[in-house]
């Protein structure tokens, strides 16, 4: 059992790239660019390097595994560009 529990999607925004990958509201995130059982802040910080590249993420729906793909949206930070997953974990 991890020490820290994977991140459950708390909050999608509408029409940004978690909505778009088919993440729902509930999902365990359980693996994320290839990493089991991902913190969330890990996700955050590898995120910001995805902008726009498809990134697989499988997730625990209901007790069945889903893989999907999610493409970080395209952010400006200072002038860097910047990867956004456009959701919010509980």
């Known amino acids: ?5 994977s991140p459950i999607v708390g909050a999608i925004k509408a029409d940004g790239s978690a909505a778009k990958a088919g993440l729902k ?13 991902p913190t969330w802040r890990r996700m955050e ?3 910001l390097l995805l902008a726009d590249k498809a990134t697989p993420i ?3 729906r209901a007790g ?7 493409t970080p949206t395209s952010g400006d930070f200072n002038g860097q560009k910047i990867g956004v997953l456009d959701m919010e974990v509980d």
């Open 45 to 47: 910080m590898d995120t």
């Open 58 to 60: 499988i997730v625990d």
């Open 25 to 37: 509201v509930g999902d365990r995130i359980i693996s994320f660019n290839g990493v089991e059982n």
């Open 1 to 5: 059992v991890p020490a820290v529990p």
């Open 64 to 70: 069945q595994k889903v893989s999907l793909e999610i």
